[in-house]
């Protein structure tokens, strides 16, 4: 059975940082690409950043410059490196981790809460 398992949320004032890993099991983490996903309240869940299982990166416009996502494949663990906070990125943080085949298959940590204070 897959799990994602996130860890490093918590509270942080503006401009500081948050460090958030996710470590897999039960999966071949190395063919699955991985993703950070948040969801605020009242708004829908949104791609954060994404590293492929050839570790190429891509971020929303609004976390460019200021989160850095990576992996460890003989960890199992991806990390979202999170600096510059801004109030508007308080918001739970899921990891995702999905793999395209014959079919798809995909999987989601249960969440952690991020809030950044102004």
């Known amino acids: 059975q897959v799990q994602l398992a996130e860890s490093g949320g918590g509270w942080v004032q503006t401009g500081g940082s948050l460090s958030l890993s996710c470590a897999a099991s039960g999966l071949s983490f190395s063919v699955y690409d991985m993703a950070w996903y948040r969801q605020a309240p009242g708004k829908q869940r949104e791609l954060v950043a994404a590293i492929t299982s050839g570790h190429r990166t891509n971020y929303a416009d609004s976390v460019t410059g200021r989160f850095t996502i990576s992996r460890d494949n003989t960890k199992a663990t991806v990390w979202l490196q999170m600096n510059s906070l801004k109030p508007e990125d308080t918001a739970v943080y899921f990891c995702?981790?999905?793999?395209?085949?014959?079919?798809?298959?995909?999987?989601w940590g249960q969440g952690t809460q991020v809030t950044v204070s102004s």
């Open positions: 995702n981790a999905r793999f395209v085949a014959a079919a798809v298959y995909e999987d």
